[in-house]
């Protein structure tokens, strides 16, 4: 595989699209649980911790392999992985419709499910960043950016007209046409060619000064990361673990929070999450937009957090239909400006198009980490106090702390631009 660390002057549209393709399909098996969640309880009398287990044991699977995989995939290419990936998520879907009354049956399922996820979450923005030129890797990063809010748009369209009639399975027959097609895609990519990294080629000759993006070309030697390049990877991972644990926490429990505190049914509770996952996506764009005009990635995502810090404020006032609504707009305002500014750190620490699969696992470890303790903290927090609001402080002091993480890591990152690392874009 030529590595992801390289670079291009012009830009392939089509290895750009299919690494954002990937990461919807990703996207969609792991957020087709909350829609269906209230319906799932109804029907099997789930825990809430069990539930929650759900959308955390996506992290479980992330964990284990992201990094392992990451690394393969550098040297190998992907195509052997991602048959793979294809194939446990169809397993695991029908695991999940053979035997859905059994929890322990659903959670082995959605493992399964995970660890095919995880392998296309790894290779979404190593495409994507490889693929892009200079001219638009913003705009890429920032439509990369959308995957989740598209994944959860798209399971709650499909969702609601099941659950309004007490429906779950068309939401997991849909993620299987999702992978066939997807792989189907995949099949006609290998044999066109037409995708950098998809297949493992030998290496042959030089590319063109400027344009490192030949299939089988080796980075060359001064591209590998710097272990001041790594640390400060795991800071910024550190920082996806906090918000992302923020986000499935308000995201896994909203529909069910909507139906037993604010009595909407299922199927208006499945309209109501739309606002904000609407809202992201709009943002997710604006995001890349204000990146390309120049303005700082610490800088944004300072100001996207401290706004997600007052939207978690605001939920203990809800009550009140104006604040409901405002809350949910300005959650959604800042979870599409973050994820912006979060998948453009690792390009913004290592500089350029340096950022490959091993740089994104890094980083994806600690997004796992979010997935496996955002459903958990608030389902622990809930069963502990018996309230939802306790669950929103708690995690506006989660916000607090990821803002106090956002300006250390502003400061490292200038360390490395005086200390000689290569230049990492504005800060």
Not at 142 to 164: E, K
Not at 282 to 301: A, E, Q, Y
Request: glycine share 10%; net charge positive; charged share 10%.
């Amino acid at each position: 595989m030529s590595n992801p660390a390289t670079q291009t002057k012009s830009t392939n549209w089509t290895g750009v699209s299919y690494g954002i393709v990937l990461g919807f399909v990703a996207a969609y098996f792991q957020f087709k649980v909350p829609p269906v969640l209230p319906v799932l309880f109804d029907l099997y009398a789930y825990e809430t911790m069990v539930a929650g287990g759900f959308m955390s044991i996506f992290a479980i699977s992330g964990m284990l392999i992201s990094v392992r995989v990451g690394r393969a995939i550098q040297r190998n290419g992907a195509q052997q992985y991602l048959i793979a990936a294809f194939a446990l998520m169809l397993g695991g879907t029908a695991l999940g419709l053979a035997l859905p009354e059994s929890s322990t049956v659903m959670l082995t399922s959605r493992l399964i499910e995970g660890f095919g996820a995880a392998v296309l979450a790894v290779c979404m923005p190593a495409f994507v960043n490889m693929s892009a030129g200079p001219g638009h890797l913003p705009i890429a990063i920032a439509a990369q950016a959308t995957w989740i809010p598209v994944g959860q748009l798209v399971a709650n369209v499909v969702a609601q007209p099941a659950v309004s009639e007490d429906f779950w399975q068309p939401v997991w027959w849909f993620g299987a046409a999702a992978t066939v097609a997807v792989a189907l895609w995949t099949w006609w990519i290998v044999r066109r060619g037409c995708v950098p990294g998809v297949a493992r080629m030998a290496a042959t000759t030089p590319p063109a000064k400027g344009d490192l993006t030949k299939r089988g070309t080796a980075a060359p030697s001064g591209d590998l990361l710097k272990p001041i390049e790594i640390r400060t990877l795991w800071i910024a991972a550190a920082l996806f673990f906090l918000w992302q644990a923020q986000f499935m926490g308000y995201f896994t429990w909203l529909p069910v929070y909507l139906v037993n505190v604010r009595d909407f049914t299922a199927n208006d509770a499945v309209q109501l999450n739309q606002v904000p996952v609407v809202v992201l996506l709009v943002f997710s764009l604006i995001g890349g937009m204000i990146l390309k005009t120049g303005v700082g990635v610490i800088r944004l995502l300072t100001f996207a957090l401290t706004l997600q810090a007052l939207g978690w404020a605001m939920i203990p006032f809800a009550d009140n239909t104006v604040v409901g609504l405002t809350s949910l707009v300005v959650w959604g305002i800042a979870a599409g400006l973050t994820p912006t500014s979060l998948w453009a750190l690792p390009s913004t620490l290592v500089g350029g198009h340096r950022a490959g699969t091993d740089a994104f696992a890094v980083v994806l470890t600690g997004r796992y980490l979010g997935i496996l303790g955002g459903p958990l903290i608030a389902a622990g927090v809930f069963d502990l106090t018996g309230d939802w609001v306790t669950v929103a402080y708690a995690f506006v002091a989660i916000a607090g702390t990821t803002i106090a993480g956002t300006l250390y890591l502003g400061v490292r990152i200038h360390s490395i631009k005086g200390g000689g690392v290569r230049p990492a874009e504005t800060v």
